[in-house]
Nanobody, 116 residues
Framework: EVQLVESGGGLVQAGGSLRLSCAAS????????IGWFRRAPGKGREGVGC????????YYEDSVKGRFTISRDYVKNIVYLQMNSLKPEDTAVYYC?????????WGQGTLVTVSE
């Protein structure tokens, strides 16, 4: 069974940092496109960034460029989202996604709340 489990969310003041983790079991991230998404209160889901395959190129949504960084631990099979200079508008539930072809897997999400 494939599972993606996000962790690392919490409450942080504006300007602070958090690092989210997405741990995978039942799949190897090598084989998938990996994305981070978020859903803010009352809004639709939006892409935050992704890690492409096979070359591992990284892409970020404009509002997080320069503040968020995706990285990966190949040994532990974990993908991270380092979030710096957080803003109240970054408040959302953050999800990781692994997809390739017909296969599309989501984690349960982790809540990030950024206070003024």
């Amino acid at each position: 069974e494939v599972q993606l489990v996000e962790s690392g969310g919490g409450l942080v003041q504006a300007g602070g940092s958090l690092r989210l983790s997405c741990a995978a079991s039942g799949l190897t991230f090598d084989d998938y496109f990996i994305g981070w998404f978020r859903r803010a209160p009352g809004k639709g889901r939006e892409g935050v960034g992704c890690l492409s395959r096979p070359d591992g190129s990284k892409y970020y949504e404009d509002s997080v460029k320069g503040r968020f960084t995706i990285s990966r631990d190949y040994v532990k099979n974990i993908v991270y989202l380092q979030m710096n200079s957080l803003k109240p508008e970054d408040t959302a539930v953050y999800y990781c996604n692994a997809n390739y072809g017909w296969h599309n897997f989501w984690g349960q999400g982790t809540l990030v709340t950024v206070s003024e």
